[in-house]
């Protein structure tokens, strides 16, 4: 996929290093000199866009027209709005996604502004400490499509059914997509022979039905 970031910060430089690993075409777009020399430490100079965040000939630059998705991820809310409305409506771009930083503007992030998906930081706070109940170490951090979908957290017990296993040899859910695993200070991009060990935390996308399923493997 062709993904372009908005915002060279911690969340966009994190998003734009997950997704290169994963095998896929990532522009990032900052204005801010201090994070430009920050994130050159990181990443090719082909890979970022310097220019207003928001200006649709900085969009053009990075390669809005042929991209899939846009992830607007700055921290400041007005730049990811106008960003995500451009992107959806005047380039017409298949997924916008885009962080909400101030709850007072979650109202703002409709899909009438461009936004398929909003991810506002408060909200997803208050449902991890709700979620936080539903079953032993596994959170629910965002629910999407009205609820049928859900992304979660979910820690590998010692001697859990997916312990020591290869992804590839682990039946997971048809329709459940292992996005990274975070073992100790390290992030891992899930693959097929991927071994899973006790402590590893899993990020997946899930459907909501599957989640008793995937708990169930990793307990």
Not at 11 to 37: Q, T
Not at 106 to 118: N, Q, R, S
């Amino acid at each position: 996929m062709k993904i372009i970031v908005i915002g060279g910060g911690q969340i966009g430089s994190y998003v734009a290093r997950m997704m290169l690993a994963s095998g896929n075409d990532v522009k990032i777009i900052e204005h801010r000199e201090k994070l430009i020399k920050d994130i050159r430490h990181h990443f090719p100079d082909d890979l970022i866009i310097e220019g207003d965040e928001a200006s649709p000939k900085v969009l053009e630059k990075a390669g809005i027209s042929e991209a899939d998705v846009l992830a607007a991820v700055t921290d400041a809310d007005e730049i990811n709005l106008v960003a995500s409305t451009i992107a959806k409506f005047e380039f017409q771009t298949d997924r916008v996604i885009a962080c909400v930083n101030n709850p007072k503007n979650d109202w703002l992030f409709t899909a009438e502004m461009g936004v398929d998906v909003k991810i506002s930081q408060a909200n997803l706070l208050a449902r991890v400490i709700a979620d936080q109940i539903d079953m032993d170490n596994m959170v629910t951090l965002m629910r999407l499509n009205h609820g049928d979908n859900s992304i979660v957290e979910v820690t590998v017990h010692g001697g859990a059914k997916a312990d020591g296993f290869a992804l590839k040899d682990i039946p997971i859910p048809n329709e459940t997509v292992l996005i990274a695993i975070q073992r100790g200070n390290k992030n891992i991009v899930a693959r097929g022979n991927t071994v899973l060990k006790a402590g590893d935390h899993i990020l997946a996308y899930t459907k909501t039905a599957d989640q008793g399923v995937l708990f169930e493997l990793m307990r």
